[in-house]
């Protein structure tokens, strides 16, 4: 699973739970959508130890919500109505969150560029092996961490790009990673 894609999930559950004030914070499964989830985005039984979450085409922040839902009923109620205003509150607050720390979700996604296009530019095998390193294939296999990657990688880009489009007018949102490194931001569109 995404790295950063489990931590906005866990960061909607322990959301949805301070607003509860429970101490517990249900442990989160992800799941693929199948024929039989149809457009189900996520499942939870009161007082179960885990949520489930479908990860197909989840933003960062549409997984903070949906965590937050799900929590939710779990260590709540099956009010959808409180369930789904939670997740709407837990969707906003992870956006201004994510926001606030603008300049550091920057630099890390710069670094990461800096590690896999180290000369500049994707440099094809090589950069996919470098890749596929960082994101653990000595322990997942190297096809599973390259997924992974393009993955967790795709869901960074398309917060910066979220980030920088609403800081437009913003004297902090300063220049695009593209303008700075023209060859690395075009290779990064490959992972989408
Ligand atoms: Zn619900």
Not at 25 to 39: N, Y
Not at 46 to 54: E, V, Y
Not at 111 to 123: A, N, T, V
């Amino acid at each position: 699973m995404p790295p950063l894609l489990r931590h906005a999930a866990t960061w909607g559950a322990k959301y949805a739970a301070a607003q509860l004030g429970a101490r517990r914070v249900p442990g989160i499964r992800f799941a693929k959508a199948t024929t039989e989830t149809l457009d189900v985005k996520g499942a939870a039984s009161i007082g179960g130890a885990d949520i489930r979450i479908i990860v197909d085409d989840l933003s960062l922040a549409a997984a903070a919500g949906i965590a937050a839902h799900e929590t939710w009923h779990s260590l709540g109620d099956e009010d959808e109505g409180k369930a789904t205003a939670t997740q709407r509150a837990a969707k906003a607050a992870w956006t201004a969150h994510r926001y606030e720390q603008r300049a550091q979700i920057r630099r890390q996604l710069e670094e990461l560029y800096d590690r896999i296009c180290p000369s500049g530019r994707w440099e094809g095998e090589a950069s996919a092996r470098i890749a596929a390193a960082w994101y653990g294939s000595k322990t997942i296999g190297y096809t599973a961490a390259l997924v992974l990657a393009d993955r967790d990688l795709g869901l960074r880009l398309e917060e910066f790009q979220q980030i920088e489009r609403d800081g437009l007018g913003d004297e902090h949102a300063f220049q695009t990673v593209e303008a700075r490194r023209p060859h690395a931001a075009r290779a990064a569109y490959s992972y989408e």
